[in-house]
């Protein structure tokens, strides 16, 4: 059984039962059985954890105002006008529409020009957003209406743009917000425009999504247009998406915010004292150069770094260090190259994941300056690799373009599905530093 109202077994319903008569002197937002199987289906039926993360989600909503003050609170101008997204049109079968221009979204610049609160803070009122339009669909509708489809455009999305570790931890907030706050509302997220290297962006963010989202993405190829076509109608499609509305443009910017890279002139103080006092402080003199040593002991362990300056640029390469036959030498090989960098104007900050245990080198080197010091604060850490679970996609065979992989356990026209690795063998794909092509892949559902 679904788990879904008109599909529950007689367990199911009996653990709605329960969790109701659990939290029935709680005030809560919605009180129908639709709301309540939604905690219960996050859990997998557990009425004892659906109940802990009910109860914790109503905490939270107390804590940001979401019924009280959040859905009148005004975000600062930075992210109103250069935070990507918005809702435009329904699908097919009349579920509402949410576009996000994630390519756009603007790492380096979302941290340096706003707050981590102000951020989570946009994100709820989006989703409660998400709730209240729900409902305006069922009432218009005359159908319950709960969940959105979600066309995820990843233009200019790279490693280079979106490795800056500060805005993934931000991405990993907002995930696990959307995750434990507003289950079940997402009905398929159908990814477009993917450059080559989504498949290693997608390794590393999906440990932040629950299994559930993940089983919805669906990646589109070349025949991204024709994709969406199958699910949400031309008339209810902006025109930059295959469609023909154009409110103003063909983008729909009335609607949907397409996201920028925010200028800056937006930016804040370079770090509160807060900030750097998190930080290890050291001087590099005029000359010479700066090594920090560090040892990982797990392969697939990811190593992350920032840095700044406080006046003028520096020099910033990675190496691994590779010991030899005799213990008193050793090798440096270079993993990252050595380039100077403006961390005096944007802290500095990417990721590496290692593919050898042993020590890595990060070199901060000034021996290009012979009359200024530089001083340097910067943090670093190892963090434990992911599950060692291979990224499988289901590939359609068919070579027509408009054809659809594989949707909800079922094959397209018929056709087989084949089952293939994501194999990630490039040791350049691993390094946040390194610039990949923007080749499309073909249409392909993600599973795990």
Known sequence: MSGHMDDLSPKQQ????KLRAAVAELPKPEDDDYFYLRWLRARKFNVKKAEEMLRKHLQVREELGIDTTLMHWTPPEVLRKFFPGGFFGEDREGHPVWYDNFGNLDFRGLYRASHREDVLKL???????????????????????ETVTAVLDCENLSLQRHSFWPGIEILREILRFASDQYPERSKRILVVKAPSMFPVAYKFVKRFMDEDTRQKIIVAG????????KFIA???????YGGTRCEPDPW?????????DIPPEYYLTNLTETDKGDMEKTTVRRGSSHVVA???EKLQSILSWEFLTTNRDIGFGLYFQQEQQNKKKSKQEEVIPLKRRNSHVIPEAGYFTCEFTGTYVLRFDNSH?????????????????????????SLEPSSSSASLSQLEGECVDGAPVAECDLTLDQPNLQTASTSI?????????LQD
């Open 369 to 393: 300056c012979w009359t200024h010091s530089k001083e340097l604060l910067y943090t670093l850490k190892v963090l434990p690799p992911e599950s060692e679970s291979t990224v499988q996609v």
């Open 234 to 240: 031309p008339d209810q499609l902006p025109e930059a």
């Open 14 to 17: 009996e653990a709605l039962r």
């Open 123 to 145: 994100k709820a009122q989006h989703f409660e957003k998400t709730v209240h339009i729900c409902k305006e669909y069922s009432e218009r509708k005359g159908k319950h209406i």
């Open 252 to 260: 729909c910017t009335d609607y949907i915010n397409p996201g920028a």
């Open 437 to 445: 092509g923007s080749e499309s892949p073909t249409t392909v559902v």
């Open 294 to 296: 560090c040892q990982v």
């Open 222 to 229: 070349d025949d991204w247009k024709e994709v969406l076509q």
